[in-house]
């Protein structure tokens, strides 16, 4: 059994939590679990399930997001990189171990650019590294359906949007995963005060990846099939940071994290506890066990 413990902290006069799942015969340093921008510190299981054993496990309801304090307006990046290093600090660790998934990987580079020193490793997956016009449009009606009330409509357009529909590539497990982040995306716009103001600053507020980052170990991995930013676009975006390492997933697309959720948190301990990488189940094509999710009978 883990100890569970949930912190309130403060930075610049906006409240948040974390939350730190203690391993008592830890092997590697602290892995914080930074996600998507309507996720909060309840939303990563499976890798609390596998990083669990080797590491403590710190998730969080960072400003803006899940029972913290609204965002001030204006430019967040900064704050959100302050509260981060709040967090650590509040830790009483040195280094910590930083997994940045989507909204959460801009975040994460972002936090190791200012403060190097105290990452000692840093993971990215799913980097929105380039959005197109076409997909800051799309962004924006889903926001105006959500502030509108139109919450079935608002879960449709952003679930598609994330996802790989094309029945020419196989996606493991895509019917489930639509019906989940579906699912997901329904109760965020039901429950989160937050969800307007989040997907509005995740549009205006974009995180810069065009600076170098250096002296930080860096894997990069992306779904074979991402729809958001394309493989391609992250391993460019990986070759900016020297001696990074980029992988792509097989029969995955943007939720990688969750078609293959149990080989990603594989990859993330191997990489977190410099393990070899090569052998990695995730690096595997996964049996084609499902339809389409395009087929009628699977919407």
Sequence with gaps: MYEETIRSLSVSGVSFAYRRLRQPERITEPVMVLGGALQGMFGWPQMEDHVGPVADVVTADLPGMGSADPLPPGPSNDLMCAAIESIIDDLDVPQINLFGFSYGAGLAYGCARRFPERIARLA???????????????????????ARGNTEDFATLVTEA??????????????????????????????????????????????????????????????????????????????????????????????????????????????????????????????????????????
């Design 162 to 299: 994330l996802m790989c529909l094309d029945a020419r590539r196989h996606v493991t497990r895509r019917k489930l995963a639509y019906r989940y982040v579906r699912r997901s995306m329904m109760h965020a716009a039901r429950h989160s005060r937050h969800a307007v103001d989040s997907l509005r600053r995740a549009m205006s507020d974009r995180p810069d990846f065009s600076g170098r980052l250096a002296d930080v170990p860096t894997l990069v991995f992306s779904g074979e099939h991402d729809t958001v930013t394309s493989p391609d676009r992250q391993r460019d975006f990986a070759a900016t940071i020297p001696d990074s390492r980029f992988l792509t997933i097989p029969d995955a697309d943007h939720w990688v994290v969750l078609e293959r959720a149990q080989d990603v948190a594989d990859l993330a301990v191997r990489f977190f506890t410099d393990a070899p990488l090569s052998s990695a189940p995730c690096l595997a094509p996964v049996e084609r066990e499902e339809p389409s999710v395009t087929d009628p009978a699977c919407v």
């Design 124 to 146: 990215l997956g799913g980097v929105p590294a380039h959005i197109s016009a076409a997909q800051l449009d799309l962004w924006r009606r889903a926001a105006d359906h959500l």
